[in-house]
C-alpha cells in the first residue's frame, strides 16, 4: 500500500479526531425527563494515546414540538443549562472516563410533552498543530409534565 506524503498526515488527523469523539453515556436514547427536574447527563470521552486539550463544553436543551424535526444542533442549541469545561476522569468503567453532570430542565407552561433533545457542544484542541475541534453529540428524550 503507498500512501502520499500529503495524505498520511490527513489520514491521521482523521484517525486522532475519531479517537479523540466523546459521546453522551446518559441519559440513553429515549429517556423521559420532566419539565423543572434535574437529568444526570454523562459525557464519556474513551481513553486515548493523543491527549486534547479541553476549551469548552456546552450542554443545552432542544425542545422539538412536531411537526417539525429537531433543528441543527450546532447552530440552534435551545435552552443552554451548562456551560464549563470537560474534565472526564476515571470511575467504574475501564478505559472510559467520564464527567457526570446535573442540568435542569427548563419548565415552560407552553411546552407540551413532545420529542426533545440534550445536545452536547465539545470545542477542544488536537495534534500538533494544533487543530481546533468543534464535536456536536445529542440524545433523543421524551419530554413529560
Ligand atoms: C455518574 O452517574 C451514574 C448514573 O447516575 C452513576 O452510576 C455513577 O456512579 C456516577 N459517577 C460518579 C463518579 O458520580
Same mark, same amino acid.
Given at each position: 500500500m503507498k500512501l502520499t506524503s500529503l495524505a498520511l498526515p490527513l489520514l491521521a488527523f @482523521?484517525? &486522532?479526531?475519531?479517537?479523540?469523539?466523546?459521546?453522551i453515556g446518559l441519559p440513553k436514547a429515549g429517556s423521559i425527563v420532566h419539565k423543572g427536574k434535574k437529568v444526570?447527563?454523562?459525557v464519556v470521552k474513551p481513553n486515548s494515546i493523543e491527549g486534547?486539550?479541553?476549551?469548552?463544553? @456546552?450542554? &443545552?436543551?432542544q425542545?422539538?414540538?412536531p411537526p417539525d424535526p429537531c433543528p441543527n444542533p450546532t447552530f440552534d442549541l435551545g435552552n443552554v443549562l451548562y456551560v464549563g469545561k470537560l474534565?472526564?476522569?476515571?470511575?467504574?468503567?475501564?478505559g472510559e472516563p467520564y464527567q457526570n453532570f446535573t442540568i435542569t430542565i427548563p419548565d415552560y407552561s407552553f411546552w407540551n410533552p413532545g420529542p426533545a433533545?440534550?445536545?452536547e457542544n465539545r470545542f477542544h484542541l488536537i495534534g500538533g498543530g494544533p487543530a481546533a475541534?468543534?464535536?456536536?453529540?445529542?440524545?433523543?428524550v421524551q419530554l413529560k409534565n
Open positions: @482523521v484517525a &486522532s479526531v475519531a479517537a479523540q469523539a466523546s459521546h444526570k447527563v454523562q486534547s486539550i479541553e476549551v469548552g463544553l @456546552v450542554l &443545552s436543551f425542545y422539538c414540538p474534565n472526564a476522569k476515571f470511575h467504574e468503567i475501564p433533545q440534550i445536545i475541534v468543534l464535536e456536536t453529540n445529542t440524545v433523543a
